[in-house]
Structures are given as structure tokens and as C-alpha cells.
């Protein structure tokens, strides 16, 4: 679905993946604008049901009006508590469009972009008391250093924590464009638009503690669905597609392997049905272009 808020990214190829029982019980982990779920909605008989999670306030108002449908607005990483409390134990199937939305990246006020001046905030959460502005101007440089290493691969990660480190005695960072400025010495020439990418992830991942919740929400996967349900997972970078690939593969997160006790063979839990990874084509990624780093990954609990 293309619209204003966002537009849906390999739309079909997930929902024809993630729709085994029209008469099911579905999870849109990341319901964004609405788009997966709409189809997810058009594909269930009367029976059907679904259940999506969107922890920004924004996403409320793109709720869509049919009975079957439940948006739950919080974190997806409390995702067996909340279907508890609709009174399901066990579902069909699990959507999962990992990272930002269009709607978060161009509202320029959220912070999310390199390309306006505005507040360091970047929370998905408006209510979480931690934003970018508090972890540039409060952590240590270790933990800056840290962080923009695991999260951002930024390859000259301990001079950038200085350099934020030493601006800071001076004046504090506050907007996009403080940063900018703060960290000009370690930003490449000719580089600039990538490297500062990699700067705004790193802080994006810490802000949203998403590769916890991420690990949080993947376990509690493997424990709802039913045998025969679908996993279906795009996401936006190596370290998010890393956990998926190694629940898909071992069940766990960590990519510990299991052994029968019995026969001494691997555990299986889930089987993949894509192999590689799924990757939008040509046309997809000129129509959106924000496309062009999804990775979809589907696999059937076993
Ligand atoms: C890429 S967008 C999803 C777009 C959606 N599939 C669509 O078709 O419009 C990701 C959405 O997931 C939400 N999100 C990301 N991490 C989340 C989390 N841990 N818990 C709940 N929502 C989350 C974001 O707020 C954002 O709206």
C-alpha cells in the first residue's frame, strides 16, 4: 500500500508467505501505516483475527475500522503478556517490519532524519525518557564509543565519542545540526551522507533499545505459535536480520545449537522457507527507495 504515512515494503510476498488459515489468529508486530494489515485483513474469512502492535502514538490514527482488527499500542517485546490479556495463547501466523517508519524519518520534529535541524529526540515512544539528546550530552565516552561501534559499524567510532565527549564541556548538543557540527572533524569528506547514517542508526538502535526488544519479542515467537505458523520477518540491517536468521536457524536468538538428547541430533524448530533472503526488485526499490535494504525472511514452526 502506498500512502502518505508509509508505503508498504514487499507487501504481497508477505502476506501470501504469512496466510496459511483464513480463519486464523494473525500478529502485525509493526503496524506502521496500516498497509500490511490491510491485506492481512482482506485475506481473513469472517473468523479471522488480528492483532497489531505499534508502540508511537502516530501510528493510532491510521487504526482500521473492522471487527476482526485489535491495535495494541505498545512495545511488540511484551508481545505474549498482551495477547494473554485478548485471551490468546497460540497464533497462525507473525508479521514483522522491523525498524522506522516514513511517517517517523519525515516529520522533521521526531528527529529521526539527517535531513532537517531539529531536536536530538528519536524515540518511536514519545513517553520513553530517554532520547538522543540525553545520550549525547550524558554518556560516558565508552558507552558513545560502544554503541556506535556495535550499532552504527561507524569505523572510527572512539574518535567520534571524543570529539562528542569534548564538545560538550563547551556547549551542549541539542539538535541534528549541533551534532553535525560536533562531530565534523570525523565525518569523511565525500562520505558525509553515509557516514552520518550510520551515526543517526547507532543512536536510533540505543534511543528505542531496539536489538533487546527485538531478542525479547523473537523468543517469545518461538513459545506462541502453533505448529504449521509462519514467521515473517523484513529487516533494515545486518544486526536485526542477524537475530532473525539465528532463531530461524536454531530457535534462539544467540544461534545456540540444541542437540536431540536422545539421538544426539540438532534440534529443529523452525523450518526456513526462503533460503536466502528475500530482497525487493528492481521497480520496487525505484517506486520506494527506502526499499532497497529489506531482507524478508519466512520460516514455519515445526
Ligand atoms: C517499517 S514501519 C512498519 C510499516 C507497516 N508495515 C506498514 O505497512 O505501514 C515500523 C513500525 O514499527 C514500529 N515499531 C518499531 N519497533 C517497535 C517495537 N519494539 N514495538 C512496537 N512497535 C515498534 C514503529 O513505530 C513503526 O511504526
Do not use: W
Not at 522491523?98 to 516529520?107: I, K, N, T
Not at 522533521?108 to 525518557?129: K, T, V, Y
Not at 538522543?132 to 554518556?139: D, F, L, Q, S
Request: contains cysteine; hydrophobic residues 35%.
Amino acid at each position: 500500500m502506498n500512502n502518505a504515512y508509509h508505503t508498504s515494503v514487499l507487501l504481497q510476498a508477505c502476506i501470501d508467505y504469512l496466510i496459511q488459515k483464513p480463519d486464523g489468529v494473525y500478529v502485525d508486530l509493526t503496524f506502521g501505516g496500516g498497509g500490511h494489515s490491510a491485506l492481512i485483513l482482506e485475506k481473513l474469512n469472517e473468523k479471522g483475527k488480528l492483532f497489531a502492535f505499534d508502540q508511537d502514538a502516530d501510528a493510532q490514527k491510521n487504526s482500521l475500522k473492522d471487527p476482526r482488527f485489535t491495535l495494541i499500542p505498545q512495545n511488540f517485546r511484551y508481545l505474549k503478556n498482551f495477547l494473554r490479556v485478548y485471551g490468546i495463547q497460540k497464533v497462525d501466523g507473525i508479521l514483522g517490519d522491523l525498524g522506522v517508519s516514513s511517517h517517523q524519518f519525515d516529520e522533521a520534529s521526531r528527529g529521526f532524519s539527517i535531513r532537517f535541524d531539529s531536536e536530538l529526540d528519536m524515540r518511536m515512544n514519545q513517553q520513553n525518557p530517554l532520547t538522543a539528546k540525553k545520550i549525547v550530552n550524558e554518556y560516558e565516552s565508552n558507552a558513545l564509543f560502544k554503541l556506535f561501534k556495535e550499532y552504527g559499524e561507524v569505523h572510527n567510532a572512539f574518535k567520534l565519542a571524543n570529539e562528542i565527549c569534548n564538545y560538550r564541556t563547551n556547549a551542549p548538543i541539542n539538535t541534528t545540526n549541533d551534532l553535525k557540527l560536533a562531530i565534523g572533524h570525523c565525518t569523511p569528506k565525500f562520505e558525509e551522507h553515509k557516514y552520518l547514517a550510520k551515526v543517526f542508526q547507532a543512536l536510533r538502535i540505543e534511543v528505542n533499545q531496539e536489538m533487546d526488544a527485538l531478542k525479547e519479542c523473537l523468543s517469545q515467537c518461538v513459545e506462541v505459535m502453533d505448529a504449521g505458523s509462519r514467521l515473517v520477518v523484513i529487516s533494515y540491517h545486518s544486526l536485526e536480520d542477524r537475530l532473525v536468521k539465528n532463531l530461524i536457524k536454531t530457535g534462539n536468538t544467540e544461534g545456540i545449537e540444541t542437540k536431540d538428547i536422545i539421538y544426539g541430533t540438532s534440534k529443529k524448530i523452525f523450518k526456513n522457507l526462503t533460503g536466502k533472503p528475500i530482497v525487493p526488485d528492481e521497480n520496487e526499490i525505484k517506486n520506494n527507495t527506502r526499499a532497497r535494504s529489506a531482507k524478508l525472511r519466512v520460516a514455519e514452526k515445526l
